[in-house]
């Protein structure tokens, strides 16, 4: 885990007493999403027992909520749609996100009920740092194509956030598997850099969407089987042309998984 800054820190020790706002909101299709910080907050209610130098909740959220407080929780709990599904980055606490609330709590040991409060949002904080990534996953990992996401099939702000919601799936997905670490050797590609490596025309990488991941501890197969439990609806992996030597993963709509060397 990545250490958090002194800042971050005193932040928490202070947030009982300070409140600093300070959010900002960028729109997004149901299928991205654009990170939204804030400063470390407490909140008046008490309910939150830390602040986060990433986001900040206050309350709790439950189905029937709206707004960004939920698009930022859905973001954080996109690993968790349940087999073969992806929940929508909308911002609108539905029966699905209330699901993948359910599933995450389960997976840390929380009482499972589908609604956010303190012991959620304390969980999340722990698994992130400051620039909202999930701790064992960074935007180098899932770029090493260029440093400021251009020159894809989307805004670059875009792909990034793609990119992020890939991370959090990610994380899901390493926890499942005992907490071992994956290895990620590629993510974003602008439409040059696909090119080069031969990528396909309509390759999910341009999105900022998927993720090429070598064996590591855990192999391909196992990482392609995990994969369809947490929101990746393009698998491929050992079997498919060209993904003997690793496996790809990507959100984005349609759903082609093929890895017949592992049953997929």
Sequence with gaps: MR??????LLATL???ALALGGTSAASASPDTATVTTTSPASTASGDIGTA???????GTLQQGASGEAVRQLQIRVSGYPGTGNEIAIDGAFGPATKAAVQRF???YGLAADGVAGAQTFNKIYQLQDDDCTPVNFTYAELNRCNSDWSGGKVSAATARANAL???WKLQAMRHAMGDRPITVNGGFRSVSCNSAVGGAANSRHMYGHAADLGAGAQ???ALAQAARNHGFTEILGPGYPGHNDHTHVAGGSGRFWSAPSCGI
């Design 52 to 58: 986060d130098a990433c986001y900040t909740w206050s």
């Design 14 to 16: 202070a947030g009982a």
């Design 105 to 107: 709590q389960a997976a």
């Design 165 to 167: 919601v890939t991370m």
């Design 3 to 8: 250490s958090r800054p002194i800042g971050f």
């Design 219 to 221: 192999g391909f197969c």
